[in-house]
C-alpha cells in the first residue's frame, strides 16, 4: 500500500510533467487525476483549495529542488566567478529537448502572473531564492552586498531569456552565448570594484 506521502508526491511529479508540456490553463485537475493514477479523492485531501494549491506546492517542491542542486553546484569552488563559470558550463550539458523534474517556472509565472497572486508570490519566492544563494557566493567573494545582488539579479534574468530560447530552437547554443557573456559581465565588474577600492 502506497503511503499518503507517495500519493501526495505523485500528484506534484504528474503536474509538474504536465504543466511542462501543457501549461497552467492547459492542464485540468481531473487530467491529472487520470495520469497520477491517483484516486480523485486524494487530490482533493491534499489540494483542498484546489488548482492554485496544486501548483504552489509544486514550486515550493521545484524551489527546494532548486535550492539543493545550485547549492551543491556552487560549492565546487571557492571564487564567485570560477564557481559561476561551472553551473553554466553544467546548463550547457542539459537537454532542452528531455523532461525534468520540476515546474517549469518561467512559463507558469508568465501564465498567471496577472490572475493569480498567490502562484505569482509562490514563483517569486523561487526566483528571490535563486538571488539570494548567487548573491550570497558573490559576498562570500568579497563583492558588496548590493552589487552581489545587482549582478545575481541579472545573471538570472540572463539565464532564464537564454533558458527559453534553448527551448524554443531545441538546441543548448543559447546557453553557450549566455556562459561567455555573464562572464564577461562578472569580469568587467570586478575591474570596476577593484579600480574603486
Not at 527551448?167 to 557573456?181: G, I, K, R, V
Request: net charge negative.
Amino acid at each position: 500500500m502506497a503511503k499518503p506521502t507517495d500519493t501526495k508526491e505523485k500528484i506534484l511529479i504528474t503536474a509538474s510533467k504536465l504543466f511542462q508540456k501543457q501549461g497552467y490553463h492547459g492542464t485540468g485537475l481531473n487530467q491529472i487525476i487520470k495520469e497520477s493514477g491517483c484516486p480523485k479523492g486524494s487530490l482533493y485531501y491534499y489540494f483542498p483549495e484546489g488548482k492554485e494549491q496544486l501548483v504552489e506546492e509544486a514550486i515550493w517542491r521545484a524551489k527546494e529542488g532548486m535550492r539543493k542542486d545550485l547549492t551543491t553546484l556552487l560549492a565546487v569552488h571557492d571564487d564567485a566567478r570560477d564557481a559561476i563559470d561551472y553551473v553554466l558550463t553544467y546548463h550547457e550539458k542539459i537537454d532542452v529537448t528531455a523532461e525534468y523534474d520540476g515546474i517549469p517556472l518561467a512559463l507558469i509565472a508568465m501564465e498567471t502572473s496577472l490572475m493569480s497572486e498567490r502562484i505569482r508570490l509562490a514563483c517569486k519566492e523561487a526566483y528571490d531564492l535563486m538571488i539570494e544563494l548567487v548573491a550570497q557566493k558573490f559576498i562570500a567573494s568579497k563583492w558588496p552586498q548590493q552589487e552581489a545582488v545587482k549582478i545575481a539579479t541579472l545573471l538570472l534574468a540572463i539565464l532564464q531569456g537564454y533558458g527559453i530560447m534553448a527551448m524554443t530552437h531545441l538546441s543548448n547554443e543559447p546557453f553557450l552565448l549566455a556562459h561567455q557573456q555573464i562572464l564577461t559581465i562578472i569580469t568587467q565588474k570586478e575591474r570596476e570594484l577593484i579600480a574603486h577600492d
